[in-house]
């Protein structure tokens, strides 16, 4: 009975409760704008959505492979727009327009107006607007241009605005250009980022300095100012528990009283506390919370849930003033306040995240697709060009596929080498396929050019050329023809350059009796050099890597000769069988020198010269008779060993292909006595090294050329002693350097470096060789009270000079161990053929030049521009869009860089498009968006404390529609829209 009746009770106690609870729809006040004299809180809802990294692109878009990582960017957009309509106070920010555009282009035409709506309202804003948000170290200038003006293109052509912010929160340090050229010159008002050193952090943290003025060019002076903040930590909600996807372990706002856990209060004086932490280390009244991170808002409402809630109590508690909100209103925000803000020059280079822990190399990782990438940004350039030239044709081969490509891999993580492996090989699938669409345009345009000198295009050319993009392994079959059998081998060469060059292209041949000609008829003098086995070894392996199957036959020379081509333009040269017309091409005379011997070698045949000493291979005297430069000049090898966290160090941080932290340094000598080989002949003269079984080195120089080129082939780096490997070669002068060295931002300016030392705090040095590694896209120089030593590079890597007088360059990186920043995966690139994987090979070059002192910019800039873009080849054998162009114009030089050249220069532009009438000229902003007029009127103007506003900083004047001539100051890029009749719409860059 007791028992019965203590059950009644109960059920009876819970009735009454039950019938107090009423149901209420609570309506959360989220209008909140800004209140001037509070604290107020910007919340920023965003999404950082890689373009691949751990998975690929295809994969994060559809959310598949998500054993990896579940992620899935459909997802996002998809719940984000009915989050949107649920609350016209919500606001987010989207920015990579590789993943939107794939969305966009699904969508129906009902969910495009409403996507349209809610851009215009402002619910939805596009921030930096690229396909990608790219990297910044290694990444060259022309190609974070063209990502970004895809991006911008399609925001414009769709949405009809112009992105304000630049949002680059994810990449690995941040470049001068960054700054100036993707931040102020495409428009934009301010830059957000997130990775500083952590020694520049904790400074800019207790001196308020998070937020500056950062004028990232001497050239362009205060007209390249822009606002650019660091966040605090990172780019995710701040400290205290304010993440909110599905599953995430911060606590929800639970604001039912009638449910347990009701915990208002504590979690809007966790807001408070959090919001006052970061106040205090920023100036004005204004912060910003960027309240998301990776691939984040797959199920958008449990965020806006929960922001609505934040937002509703926190501004009822009325200490601080939470609202909703984007960079953009936090930018004006922060302009409206008037204040001065500290100064910012040169760049956040390099970055470490704490002590031992440098993200210097990712500078080199995978240097096989940073060479790849770079090779197709130099082809792309070309390519453009003759669609242009030739004609357009929507339907035909276009550019259209390798832009995508190459645009997706400006990512920081692809051309930046920290995806993993099966990601990488995606990135150069997509660049193979966009070079193959790309090479067929290239192959009927150069056909088109070949055979007619109109201008008005052509149908369907004759001719068939064909390409050869291995000829770094000395496989093209379109040059291995028996030319015995009376056939003519056609070779069309095509300079994308705005200047005339002479150059030397080499080529693989089968026969040994050729003769050149140019397209008048006269005999080019020519020679041809022997094959070396290690170039037989790379063919033989990596054709059958790449096509599945071996070559048929062998090359056994090289023939090399001279070609001289128009800017802009092509020349065209035979190659024949037969002697009726001349003599046959000079075979190089090869000697061996064995190391013990006392004798000197000397090769060159011009100004500059090299002398070897047989018995000290790696020392070669350099002297330049025309300029009286001399100098003792030695090259070597070392690696360091990636230190693998082992032992009783207190920070077990690993060597990857992030970080770069060595374990010791091991110069490579050669393992036994092995000869020097040197090749003579009328072009060019070779010194042949084999360093030891792993790496060979060729040194040359070029009849007529005054630098010296060095071929490496570096691998597979051995790791049988189970320890990675971190390979650099080592250029040594005498020259007193008083560790100071320039290397180059994106390709554009020169930075100022010194060993050991930041100009923004007082470094405490940790990691002597990692700390001092630098990015490098063109090149590095020295220099002393005489002479400038300049080394210049085919692709990005990491460079330093750790010794007066020397550059050191990082080649190739072989690494055994994951170093803790996400990929989950050792460095270790493998090639597979035939069910056998071994270690890559890396296969470069790198130039050299000493100039005396004031004169070594005009070869960094002209010749470093060459390598950028290579003469273009195409073979052939004989038997017995709406009326536009986008035109860019850049000048190479920076202020005081040379003094002839370093000056104010103008184009010609009837001259640039001689034949085709131009009808109109409008100036643009860099990544044509919006017209250059309307960009400048709406530019925000700060305060720098220590930077005086300049007068007016000399840059091109406007152009004259009649003259038509524009004009460039030093480091200055004009973008134009010009109008044609009856010609198609295309990039072309010069």
């Given at each position: 009975m007791e028992i019965r009746l203590w059950l009644f009770s109960v059920f009876l106690f819970m009735g009454t409760a039950i019938s107090w609870v009423e149901s209420k729809y609570l309506v959360y006040n989220t209008s909140q704008g800004i209140v001037p004299d509070k604290l107020n809180v910007h919340l920023v809802a965003h999404t950082h959505d890689d373009v691949g990294w751990l998975?690929?692109?295809?994969?994060?878009?559809?959310?598949?492979?998500?054993?990896?990582?579940?992620?899935?960017?459909?997802?996002?957009?998809?719940?984000?727009?009915?989050?949107?309509?649920?609350?016209?106070?919500?606001?987010?920010?989207?920015?990579?327009?590789?993943?939107?555009?794939?969305?966009?282009?699904?969508?129906?035409?009902?969910?495009?107006?409403?996507?349209?709506?809610?851009?215009?309202?402002?619910?939805?804003?596009?921030?930096?607007?690229?396909?990608?948000?790219?990297?910044?170290a290694v990444t060259h200038y022309i190609d974070m241009i063209d990502q970004t003006t895809l991006g911008h293109q399609f925001i414009k052509k769709e949405f009809g605005v112009t992105p304000r912010i630049g949002w680059q929160i994810d990449p690995f340090g941040h470049s001068a250009v960054q700054a100036y050229l993707l931040g102020t010159e495409v428009g934009f008002d301010s830059l957000f980022f997130g990775r500083i050193d952590y020694q520049d952090r904790a400074k800019r943290k207790n001196e308020k300095s998070l937020e500056v003025v950062w004028q990232g060019s001497?050239?362009?002076?205060?007209?390249?100012?822009?606002?650019?903040?660091?966040?605090?930590?990172?780019?995710?909600?701040?400290?205290?528990?304010?993440?909110?996807?599905?599953?995430?372990?911060?606590?929800?706002?639970?604001?039912?009283?009638?449910?347990?856990?009701?915990?208002?209060?504590d979690r809007v004086n966790d807001f408070v506390a959090a919001a006052i932490s970061q106040a205090n280390i920023t100036r004005t009244n204004h912060i910003m919370w960027t309240m998301g991170t990776?691939?984040?808002?797959?199920?958008?409402?449990?965020?806006?849930?929960?922001?609505?809630?934040?937002?509703?109590?926190?501004n009822m508690d009325g200490r601080v003033n939470a609202l909703y909100s984007t960079p953009s209103i936090y930018t004006d925000a922060k302009h409206a306040t008037n204040e001065s803000w500290p100064a910012k020059t040169d760049d956040f280079f390099p970055y470490?995240?704490?002590?031992?822990?440098?993200?210097?190399?990712?500078?080199?990782?995978?240097?096989?697709?940073?060479r790849y990438v770079r090779m197709m940004s130099g082809y792309y350039l070309a390519a453009r060009q003759l669609e242009f030239l030739s004609g357009r044709s929507n339907t035909g081969p276009n550019t259209d596929s390798l832009a995508d490509a190459l645009a997706i891999a400006q990512h920081h993580d692809a051309v930046a080498g920290t995806e993993k492996q099966h990601v990488a090989n995606d990135y150069a699938k997509r660049l193979s396929i966009g070079y193959s669409e790309a090479e067929k345009l290239v192959a009927s345009s150069l056909a088109c050019l070949a055979e007619s000198t109109s201008h008005n295009g052509c149908q369907s050319p004759a001719t068939k050329f064909q390409q050869c993009p291995l000829l770094n392994i000395s496989y093209c079959p379109a040059s291995e023809i028996n030319q015995s059998h009376g056939k003519n081998l056609v070779v069309v060469v095509y300079n994308s350059l705005g200047w005339k060059r002479d150059d030397v292209i080499q080529i693989p041949v089968i026969n040994d009796e050729v003769t050149v000609h140019d397209s008048e008829g006269r005999e080019i003098e020519s020679q041809l050099l022997p094959l070396a086995d290690v170039y037989v070894a790379l063919r033989n392996s990596y054709v059958q890597a790449y096509m599945g199957k071996p070559p048929m036959d062998t090359p056994k020379y090289w023939l090399a000769f001279t070609v001289s081509v128009p800017p802009f333009g092509f020349s065209t040269y035979t190659i024949s069988g037969s002697k009726s017309a001349g003599a046959y091409s000079t075979k190089s005379s090869t000697y061996t020198f064995q190391t013990r011997d006392q004798s000197t070698i000397e090769v060159g045949q011009g100004n500059l010269k090299l002398t070897f000493?047989?018995?000290?291979?790696?020392?070669?005297?350099?002297?330049?008779?025309?300029?009286?430069?001399?100098?003792?000049?030695?090259?070597?090898?070392?690696?360091?060993?990636?230190?693998?966290?082992?032992?009783?160090?207190?920070?077990?941080?690993?060597?990857?292909?992030?970080?770069?932290?060595?374990?010791?340094?091991?110069?490579?000598?050669?393992?036994?006595?092995?000869?020097?080989i040197v090749m003579r002949g009328p072009i060019v003269e070779e010194v042949h090294q084999q360093i030891n079984q792993w790496i060979y080195q060729i040194t040359r120089l070029y009849k007529g050329k005054e630098h010296v080129e060095v071929e490496?082939?570096?691998?597979?780096?051995?790791?049988?002693?189970?320890?990675?490997?971190?390979?650099?070669?080592q250029i040594t002068t005498t020259m007193a350097t008083n560790k100071t060295f320039y290397t180059d931002s994106n390709g554009r300016d020169f930075i100022k470096r010194i060993r050991d030392y930041r100009n923004d705090w007082n470094l405490q040095v940790n990691q002597p060789a990692a700390g001092n590694y630098y990015p490098i896209n063109l090149g590095i120089y020295t220099k002393d009270d005489k002479k400038e030593f300049s080394v210049l590079v085919d692709r990005p890597l990491g460079a330093s000079s750790l010794v007066d007088g020397q550059v050191e360059l990082m080649l190739h990186r072989r690494l055994l161990l994951d170093d803790s920043r996400g990929v989950a995966e050792a460095l270790n690139e493998t090639v597979c053929v035939l069910d056998q994987c071994k270690g890559l090979i890396i296969q470069g070059k790198y130039y050299f030049r000493i100039d005396p002192l004031g004169e070594g910019a005009k070869w960094r800039r002209s010749f470093g521009q060459e390598i950028y873009s290579p003469?273009?080849?195409?073979?052939?054998?004989?038997?017995?869009?709406?009326?536009?162009?986008?035109?860019?114009?850049?000048?190479?030089?920076?202020?005081?860089?040379?003094?002839?050249?370093?000056?104010?220069?103008?184009?010609?532009?009837?001259k640039l498009f001689h034949g085709k009438k131009i009808h109109k000229v409008a100036e643009m902003s860099l990544s044509a968006n919006q017209q250059r007029t309307e960009m400048e009127k709406k530019r925000l103007v700060w305060k720098a404390e220590g930077l005086e506003r300049q007068e007016a900083v000399a840059r091109g004047g406007p152009v004259d529609p009649a003259e038509l001539v524009v004009e460039l100051a030093p480091m200055e890029i004009r973008t134009f829209v010009i109008d044609f009749d009856h010609t198609s719409h295309h990039v072309f860059d010069v």
């Open positions: 998975k690929t692109v295809d994969q994060y878009y559809v959310g598949s492979n998500n054993s990896i990582q579940g992620a899935c960017v459909r997802n996002v957009l998809d719940s984000l727009i009915p989050a949107l309509l649920a609350d016209k106070n919500r606001k987010f920010i989207y920015v990579e327009m590789a993943f939107f555009q794939r969305w966009w282009r699904d969508q129906s035409e009902a969910m495009q107006q409403i996507v349209k709506q809610l851009v215009s309202s402002g619910q939805l804003e596009f921030i930096n607007g690229g396909m990608c948000m790219h990297d910044e001497d050239s362009l002076g205060s007209s390249a100012q822009i606002f650019a903040g660091a966040f605090p930590e990172n780019y995710e909600p701040p400290p205290g528990g304010f993440y909110f996807e599905v599953n995430d372990p911060s606590p929800i706002v639970q604001d039912d009283m009638n449910l347990f856990d009701y915990n208002v209060p990776d691939f984040k808002y797959q199920y958008a409402e449990t965020w806006f849930r929960e922001m609505d809630k934040l937002i509703h109590y926190v470490a995240d704490r002590a031992n822990a440098y993200w210097t190399g990712y500078f080199t990782s995978r240097p096989a697709l940073k000493l047989a018995d000290e291979s790696k020392k070669a005297n350099y002297i330049n008779s025309r300029s009286s430069v001399e100098d003792l000049v030695e090259q070597s090898f070392s690696f360091y060993t990636g230190y693998n966290g082992t032992g009783n160090d207190k920070d077990p941080q690993n060597a990857g292909a992030y970080i770069f932290r060595p374990n010791g340094t091991f110069i490579i000598k050669p393992e036994k006595q092995i000869p020097l490496f082939i570096v691998g597979p780096v051995p790791i049988d002693d189970g320890i990675g490997k971190e390979v650099a070669t003469l273009l080849l195409a073979f052939a054998e004989e038997e017995l869009d709406d009326g536009k162009v986008l035109l860019r114009l850049a000048h190479l030089y920076q202020i005081g860089e040379d003094k002839d050249l370093s000056v104010m220069t103008s184009v010609e532009l009837k």
